[in-house]
């Protein structure tokens, strides 16, 4: 979707929809590194959520599609030299604050009021699109965990109390394999009975 209204009206003109910033084909072209779009806030308010960014999209047909797509693609060779690529960072950082809540820098939610809504539903979907013809290095995974800091957590996960089922009499039947930074491989056991 294209836009015909100048941006130095956006906030006169009540018919300003929509903003695009170059073309698939006609990209903006960028030779230094730094921030094309930027927008920066402080809050102090003391109750209600504040948000910098607020997306929603409303699906009332049949289409499909996302509220945010970030789409990042490598064409230079040897690409993230001094650093990494990704399709989208998102952090929460605690600087001399406190959490009294909960405190994500990531909060995956799915859910609604349908009674039976459908389809294949999941809070995350990890998704590979390699081609037919590449080579994985043994370090490539579906999921990585890193510790950028000194101080190290411990906990791989926090789950609810009900998935977690100890049980000692069936056989190992199953193995999930992870790899290490390394790429060398260790395996989950599993059990094909409960």
Do not use: C
């Not at 081609?131 to 609810?160: C, H, M, Q, Y």
């Amino acid at each position: 979707m294209s836009n015909s209204i100048a941006i130095g009206v956006a906030y006169a003109d009540p018919a300003f929809q929509s903003v695009q910033v170059g073309s698939s084909s006609v990209p903006i072209s960028i030779s230094s590194a730094g921030v094309l779009n930027g927008a920066y806030a402080t809050t102090s308010a003391t109750s209600g959520d504040t948000r910098l960014s607020y997306n929603k999209l409303t699906f009332s047909s049949t289409g499909s599609g996302e509220t945010i797509r970030a789409f990042s693609v490598v064409t230079g060779t040897g690409a993230a030299a001094a650093g990494t690529i990704n399709g989208a960072h998102i952090s929460m950082e605690v600087q001399g604050g406190t959490i009294s809540g909960a405190g994500n820098a990531l909060r995956a939610t799915v859910g609604g009021t349908t009674a039976a809504p459908g389809g294949t539903l999941a809070a995350i979907q990890a998704d590979t699109n390699w081609d037919s013809g590449v080579t994985l290095p043994s370090t490539a995974s579906w999921i990585r965990f890193t510790e950028s800091g000194s101080a190290k957590t411990t906990n791989l996960f926090n789950l609810p109390t009900a998935m977690i089922v100890a049980k000692t009499a069936a056989a190992v039947t199953h193995t999930i394999k992870i790899v290490d930074a390394a790429g060398t491989a260790y395996y989950l056991m599993a059990s094909s009975a409960q």
